[in-house]
């Protein structure tokens, strides 16, 4: 029996579900793959941090967290250090990026990465911004140290995309994508097509927790940029930076303009569109568009969708359904499967 | 380098389509996985079969068939064998099932793979009948003699669906299918929607290729139904055959039935459903459903469509686009792919 130990940096939404899932499964990964999963450290800026080699009570830990805001005190193996020195000097196999995004400069969660890859160790990212400023210098890092570092809920959480394209879709030249792939603007879009005021929608998702108290990151299309970013780099080799992509948000559509293009039988949209053409030239763009209201891209219930034009294999479109914390999670636990397949052989 | 002995069980539309991929990429395979892909054996029906272990000419090959619709009897290698006998004789690594389907027995295909497994070769097959009604068995046979044994394009061609479960939803369980996954009807729906009258849409059919002489499989459902207990019985263990799908074909279908659903703002569909409920209990039908005109699986330009509903990740959606003989190939080619990983490691 192997053992594979886990440092979680990060223990909010998307730790917290990828701990759950890991809850469920471990005793099935063990039986199947015979490898036991620990959890051996969990870092946060402000709640306080573990670190136990034996592993954490993960179920314990979710309980502290949510009766009292934070790790207890009182308890072996409690401590407060900083992510990057955990990343640096604790013990483990497989490093989770989950602090927040940072989407200026990807710091610090790429000096979190590369300091687990210089360390032999592997790596996955639920954070974009590391992928959206650094993605082939990680790459090329990971390589060369033999560890793997894969970021599948990076772009429409859990949905099969990065881990999919590389399993399922060898060999095939990718030239185009388009998406949807900002679940928060298309969710706005969405309750203002049916006549609620901005305000009201805009308190609903911040009650509902997927609305920052700043959402000019959705609403200006960074997020989308990013994502889009994200998808070109590792996909089609673009080398973008999130302001390279040319950028409009939705902050200047009105409900008149929504009316407007539901009259001509559309509905608006952010689109993202990206393209490598012949001579290798790259273009991409998130704006908001009409699209006509029978269109794939207009489903009401979609929380986002992408389609990928390759040679080999024509048009494939993929839809992400939900906007459950539990997808982003399985997105960072698609990862651990990955690098436990890789540990098993 | 290692090498990887290919025998091709049949040489009509997806043997071709895979054979025109393998030229563009066996390089490239060779550069990246250190494995040159020979194909050493092709068998066909009536236009003569050939062996040659040090790599047949596939674009000769391929010449050949196009220009005279047989193999040259002349060239070294030509012989006259059964796919049985050449399963069992010949040497090779990976055995590609290619040959037509027979969809009440699923033979002689599923005594080509058995034959295969039982030496200790892998074996891919693109032909439904051993999946839909010899699965267990030959999934079992493959995991004793240690063997690959995959079958990508059964269900939606190429469109990445077992492969893309088996890695990228691991641990996932999945409760429910349902899809449009027979793009003949699609399209003879489509044309009928249209005003096509039925006896001009089968004329076109036939002329491009798509639609057999006796196209009763396709309109009573049997393809259909062959393909849900394949995606059933992969991914809900289902245990099915084709005959236990509550099955109904599109033959019942006129032109007033359409356009009465148009009316109500639908379109009609050959829907596939699969459920597999808390006690185990399996529920699969193939029959012609209204479809509201906006939803996903309305979209007229689709060639099939599946969703997974699935515990940890929720519903995935996966649409697939065009009738192009490439994407079959494709499917073949990325088991082949899938294979090569297990060879080079």
Chains 1, 2 share one sequence.
Not at 63 to 91: M, N, T, V
Not at 241 to 269: L, M
Not at 273 to 290: H, L, M, S
């Amino acid at each position: 029996m192997k053992t594979c130990k886990v440092l979680l940096l990060g223990f909010g939404v998307a730790g917290k579900a990828f701990a759950r899932i890991l809850m469920q499964t471990r005793e099935k990964i063990l039986a199947g793959k015979g490898i036991d999963v620990l959890v051996v450290g969990i870092t946060t800026k402000s709640r306080g941090c573990l670190y136990r080699p034996e592993g954490i009570d993960l179920a314990e830990a979710i309980r502290q967290l949510e009766q009292s805001g934070r790790f207890d005190p009182d308890q072996p193996g409690y401590c407060r250090i900083d992510s990057l020195a955990a990343a640096q000097e604790w013990e483990y196999d497989v490093l989770m990026e989950l602090t927040p995004m940072n989407i200026r400069t990807g710091q610090p969660a790429a000096d979190h990465i590369r300091a687990a890859l210089r360390r032999g160790r592997h790596a996955a990212s639920a954070n974009k911004g590391p992928l959206a400023w650094h993605y082939k210098e990680l790459r090329d890092l990971a390589k060369e140290n033999g560890c793997c570092f894969f970021f599948e809920t990076t772009v429409m959480a859990g949905t099969p995309t990065f881990n999919m394209v590389e399993s399922c879709l060898q060999y095939c030249r990718i030239d185009r994508v388009e998406g949807i792939l900002n679940a928060t603007t298309n969710f706005i879009l969405k309750e203002m097509a049916k006549g609620v005021p901005i305000g009201d929608i805009m308190q609903r998702g911040r009650e509902q927790g997927f609305l920052e108290a700043d959402p000019s990151m959705d609403t200006e299309g960074w997020d989308a940029a990013a994502k889009l970013t994200v998808l070109m780099n590792v996909l089609m080799d673009a080398g973008l930076t999130p302001d390279k992509v040319d950028r409009t948000g939705i902050g200047g559509i009105t409900e008149a303009d929504i009316a407007a293009a539901k009259a001509r039988g559309n509905v608006i949209k952010l689109m993202c569109r990206g393209e490598k053409d012949a001579d290798g030239r790259i273009t991409a763009t998130v704006r908001p568009e009409e699209i006509p209201a029978g269109d794939v891209f207009a489903g009401e219930d979609l929380a986002g969708v992408y389609s990928l034009y390759t040679d080999l294999m024509g048009k494939l479109t993929i839809l992400q359904y939900g906007l459950e914390p539990a997808q982003t999670g399985y997105g960072v636990f698609a990862d651990l499967c990955r690098v436990l397949d890789r540990m098993a052989r």
